[in-house]
């Protein structure tokens, strides 16, 4: 006999002559969930950015008569599902090209803030609610990705509950309410539970009246990503799940459209 150590920290006895853990048949026992809106012109940015456009190069029966179809999008970095790098709010912080794909995968917990958030459309996820989830589910694991629910998904086809505003430009910023992060939790968060990353369901993980977006500076600071306009977070279980989150990959990017999934197993 002897010990094979496997992801998770789960230890099992196994016999020389036995197989290691069929990993796809490990996954087959689960389900995928997708995390990402489709990107489209109604797709939600920040009041100063350009709103996405996907137009057609060629849609139809060619000059040699078969289909074909082509389009081209334009977009800004952060709209929609997407990614933050470091170099986001980091001077010499890490683009998007640096992030490694370790970083880019593993375990994730949700902490669901959706009561708090539904009284107070500026509600800044504190410390307290992560010491709260821990005296339920024990403590944060370190290398965690940690997703905010704040319930705010359900509005994502309403743009004004979704955001606070209808207004584009500079009247359009002013005018932001939704839920955020408190930047005191953020460095908690790294400095005392050492995670991989933060995810969240709003437009930024800073709350909408933020002026200094302390938070995404706290964050990009110490080398750690985030995902804004997460989608389907009420599917994810507050354990258990494996995310995948899956940038395009841009040189020197900021920050990406993202296309994140989580796996989770069958109950």
Known sequence: MKILIIPFLLIFPISCNQTKPDTAKLLAEGKWIDLTWDFEESTVYWPTNVAFKHDTVFYGINDKGYFYSSFKYSAEEHGGTHFDAPLHFAQGGRSIE?????????????????????QNRDYLVCTDDFLLWEKKYGRIPEQSIVLLHTGYGKYWNDHEKYTGTLLSGAAGVAELHFPGLDPEAATW??????????????????????????????????????????????QVPATGSYLVAAPMKIKGGSGSPLRLLAWIPNI
């Open 189 to 234: 968060l790294v400095k005392e539970r050492k995670i991989k990353a933060v995810g969240i369901d709003t437009p930024s993980i800073d709350f909408g009246q933020s002026k200094d977006f302390r938070t995404h500076r706290s964050l990009c600071g110490n080398n750690i990503t985030a995902y804004e306009n997460i989608a389907n977070l009420g």
């Open 98 to 118: 640096q992030i490694t794909p370790n970083e880019l995968t593993g375990p994730a917990i949700v902490v669901d803030v959706s009561e708090q958030s539904a």
